[in-house]
């Protein structure tokens, strides 16, 4: 009886041994938990087009937003863990479990870290139609509004949110949040002067800023951006607190094979490294990661605390 099940489990083992090294034989999908447009859906998509010529199959991304991302990743958490569902998210991903005590799902365990890709700094943008062209003047305009001066955001507790806020409690300036589903659609709004004001990743608005849709303000970013050289940054205009950045990464379900997992972020750090992605980044103002799952596991956790804290400090509350 012993040896029977002995070989029933050498000829498991070898069948799912084959079926990794198979990996991947159909479609791969990449959920993005945003609208098109934002941050996440064109990081997403910047890589599924390598990734898909390096594994030989096609890589599908689907906008899934809603619930500050909350939704599209349930999707991926309860997902079949055999590397064919990915989540593309950012920073919003280990903020959320500060912000709504039940999510569905444990950020930090239920989704396995494959890679990190980019790290990006916020910035501040205003409508090409806003009364003031830079920040002491936007300061000085928001502070003269009876209602308060409306910022929009790519969602309920996203990092352009708190960013929000703590330019409200930096400054002296009586803030009313206005959410989106996804950046690109709080930027349509501020292009076209609904709202005044909004923080983004560089990533999603700087084809704005080039065009002249949008005008920057200033950078949450230690240095200047090559790409905006005359774009300061906070810490030059006395606000040396606003060194705050997004980032993005692509995740796995919980209990994907850890072949298949490093499979993943070898040949996405990879991609995140080539000379054309690398390129296409830093000309969003963003630089290249390409970690491994350990490293963007660590990395992750110690930005849950980050956030974590900064959520408390500015009593951001989510009804």
Same mark, same amino acid.
């Given at each position: 009886?012993?040896?029977?099940?002995?070989?029933?489990?050498?000829?498991?083992?070898?069948?799912? /041994?084959? !079926?990794?090294?198979?990996?991947?034989?159909?479609?791969?999908?990449?959920?993005?938990?945003? *609208?098109? +447009?934002? %941050? =996440?859906?064109?990081?997403?998509?910047?890589?599924?087009?390598?990734?898909?010529?390096?594994?030989?199959?096609?890589?599908?991304?689907?906008?899934?937003?809603?619930?500050?991302?909350?939704?599209?990743?349930?999707?991926?958490?309860?997902?079949?863990?055999?590397?064919?569902?990915?989540?593309?998210?950012?920073?919003?991903?280990?903020?959320?479990?500060?912000?709504?005590?039940?999510?569905?799902?444990?950020?930090?365990?239920?989704?396995?870290?494959?890679?990190?890709?980019?790290?990006?700094?916020?910035?501040?943008?205003?409508?090409?139609?806003?009364?003031?062209?830079?920040?002491?003047?936007?300061?000085?305009?928001?502070?003269?509004?009876?209602?308060?001066?409306?910022? /929009?955001? !790519?969602?309920?507790?996203?990092?352009?949110?708190?960013?929000?806020?703590?330019?409200?409690? *930096?400054? +002296?300036? %009586? =803030?009313?949040?206005?959410?989106?589903?996804?950046?690109?659609?709080?930027?349509?709004?501020?292009?076209?002067?609904?709202?005044?004001?909004?923080?983004?990743?560089?990533?999603?608005?700087?084809?704005?800023?080039?065009?002249?849709?949008?005008?920057?303000?200033?950078?949450?970013?230690?240095?200047?951006?090559?790409?905006l050289p005359d774009v300061p940054t906070f810490a030059e205009l006395g606000y040396p607190q606003f060194d705050l950045s997004t980032w993005h990464g692509i995740w796995a379900p919980k209990d994907t094979p850890k072949e298949i997992v490093n499979k993943l972020s070898s040949e996405l750090a990879r991609i995140t490294h080539e000379p054309d992605v690398t390129k296409r980044i830093e000309t969003?103002?963003?630089?290249?990661?390409?970690?491994?799952?350990?490293?963007?596991?660590?990395?992750?956790?110690?930005?849950?605390?980050?956030?974590?804290?900064?959520?408390?400090?500015?009593?951001?509350?989510?009804?």
């Amino acid at each position: 009886m012993k040896t029977t099940l002995l070989k029933i489990a050498a000829v498991f083992l070898g069948a799912t /041994a084959i !079926a990794h090294a198979q990996y991947p034989d159909k479609p791969i999908r990449i959920v993005a938990p945003f *609208a098109a +447009g934002g %941050s =996440v859906d064109i990081v997403a998509r910047m890589v599924s087009d390598p990734l898909a010529k390096a594994l030989g199959t096609p890589v599908v991304v689907e906008n899934k937003p809603g619930a500050s991302g909350m939704i599209g990743t349930q999707q991926v958490a309860s997902a079949k863990p055999d590397g064919y569902t990915l989540l593309a998210n950012s920073s919003i991903h280990v903020i959320v479990p500060s912000l709504y005590p039940k999510i569905g799902y444990d950020a930090l365990n239920d989704l396995q870290p494959v890679s990190q890709i980019t790290v990006v700094p916020l910035v501040l943008v205003a409508s090409p139609s806003a009364p003031f062209a830079n920040l002491k003047d936007m300061v000085a305009w928001g502070k003269k509004q009876s209602a308060g001066m409306s910022y /929009a955001s !790519a969602g309920n507790g996203s990092t352009p949110h708190l960013a929000g806020e703590m330019l409200g409690e *930096a400054t +002296g300036v %009586s =803030v009313v949040h206005v959410p989106y589903k996804g950046s690109g659609a709080a930027m349509v709004d501020v292009m076209g002067g609904q709202v005044p004001v909004m923080f983004d990743a560089l990533t999603a608005v700087m084809s704005h800023i080039q065009s002249g849709k949008l005008k920057a303000l200033a950078i949450a970013a230690p240095k200047r951006i090559p790409a905006l050289p005359d774009v300061p940054t906070f810490a030059e205009l006395g606000y040396p607190q606003f060194d705050l950045s997004t980032w993005h990464g692509i995740w796995a379900p919980k209990d994907t094979p850890k072949e298949i997992v490093n499979k993943l972020s070898s040949e996405l750090a990879r991609i995140t490294h080539e000379p054309d992605v690398t390129k296409r980044i830093e000309t969003l103002g963003g630089q290249p990661v390409g970690n491994t799952p350990e490293e963007f596991d660590a990395f992750a956790r110690s930005e849950y605390k980050k956030w974590g804290d900064m959520i408390k400090r500015f009593n951001v509350v989510i009804e």
